[in-house]
């Protein structure tokens, strides 16, 4: 496990942001990825699309804040979805049925697609990318 988890912001369309996470999702670094990630829905975002396809471990403390973040965009009129799943997460999400409230896709592009038909109406940033690295998941900036 590391105490690190790093996200890397990109905005392919206004009102939808793609964050690939990398890091551990754990007790230590739980906080920062639902501060992070819910500060990018607040910034007009409600559609968030996390690529997981960096994670090296999940804990039940990762697992609630990716809950805590759908329930974020729920309450922005958005939706959150994974992409690239590592398959230890993926029994931990169909194990706990959080994959029946969490949808999970394939791809960045297959999720930029299903999301799609959710209508928007908050600007974002246009193609910009953003860092936000945390060093001991205490929220301060880390390395990058």
């Not at 793609?18 to 739980?30: C, H, K, Y």
């Not at 939706?79 to 993926?90: E, Q």
């Amino acid at each position: 496990m590391t105490d690190t988890l790093q996200l890397t912001v990109r905005h392919p369309r206004p009102g939808l942001a793609i964050a690939m996470v990398a890091g551990d999702m754990d007790t230590r670094t739980a906080d920062t990825l639902r501060h992070e990630a819910s500060e990018i829905i607040e910034r007009g975002c409600p559609l968030l699309i996390l690529d997981l396809s960096q994670v090296g471990f999940c804990d039940s403390a990762g697992l609630s804040a990716l809950i805590g973040l759908w329930h974020a965009a729920q309450a922005a009129d958005g939706a959150l979805g994974l992409v690239d799943v590592p398959d230890r997460l993926m029994r931990m999400l169909t194990l706990t049925g959080v994959d029946a409230l969490l949808p999970v896709h394939a791809t960045a592009a297959e999720a930029v697609t299903a999301m799609t038909d959710i209508p928007s109406t908050s600007t974002g940033e246009h193609d910009s990318i953003t860092d936000a690295s945390t060093g001991g998941g205490t929220g301060e900036p880390g390395p990058s």
